[in-house]
């Protein structure tokens, strides 16, 4: 088995009003960033598991997102590998 | 008629749920999420509050609470189940109703007294308020507003499921009324077959003089009455 760090991002679908996004847009361009077209809020998950290839990584983390980590009715999700060698600890 | 309210770790609403189905006479009960069974009951309630701290999203880890599995399976028999607040959230998470809560468009946490029109009567838990009646109950939450994409909108409007609907003291809709952007002013929506209801508004804080309004006993009272009828 290896050891694989999944980043997965959850984010606000497009066209989904997202509030937060829009209170961050708002500060930025009061800051003087007003070229600042649009700004939309995720998360980000960090995600150590062990699995045989990157591949099976891959699916198992999509398939957690399909269950819990995103919500299908407003939000889209992204997986990839940031690590897959020796296990980082923060 | 033998209530079972529903508590999560974080629930906080369960109490006054108890007092609301007890007041109509009902023999209430709580179940722990970790509660496997839930044979003998006619109803179920999910009570507001924020299950696991709405970690991840509202209601999300709640739903895969042991409980939920029976929950959903009692739904699905056609048992009456009543989804508040985070009940309500949970619910959505849950698949029993479609679409989902996400933040206010506010950005606040809305607590305050609100106004919906009562738009379908013929759920168990309506069924004694009339159709355009207007009631006046509180809301507390930072995430009621109702999320779905517009074929969604049309199926529930079609089919008559937007059971409350936001609306100002006078009945008419706007986006004042509106306190937290739900589409389509959505307060309160049943399952297809009409045995589930969500809704953000709390009832159960409105059924005594005291507390600033009784409107919301006619949820409880439909209930008793509905199971009452039933001939089983």
Known sequence: ?90 | MRVGVVTFPGSNCDYDLYKAAQQIGAKVEFIWHRQKNLDGYDALMLPGGFSYGDYLRAGAIARISPVMEDIIGFAENGGPVLGICNGFQILCEAGLLPGSLVRNASLRFESKDIHVLVEQTDTPFTSEYQKGQILRMPIAHGEGNYEADDQLLEELEAEGRVVFRYVSSDGELSEEANPNGSKNSIAGLSNKSGNVLGMMPHPERAMEEILGSIDGVGVFLSLATNLSTVVL
């Open chain 1, 1 to 90: 088995m290896n050891h694989f760090r999944m980043e997965i991002l959850v984010k606000p679908r497009p066209g989904l009003l997202d509030p937060q996004g829009k209170a961050i847009h708002h500060a930025l361009r009061s800051l003087g960033w007003s070229d600042t077209q649009d700004v939309r809020v995720g998360k980000a998950i960090y995600i150590d598991l062990e699995a045989e290839d990157s591949d099976t990584a891959l699916q198992t983390a999509q398939a957690m997102c399909r269950k819990i980590l995103a919500n299908p009715v407003t939000e889209d999700f992204e997986v990839s590998i940031v690590e897959n060698t020796e296990r980082i600890t923060a």
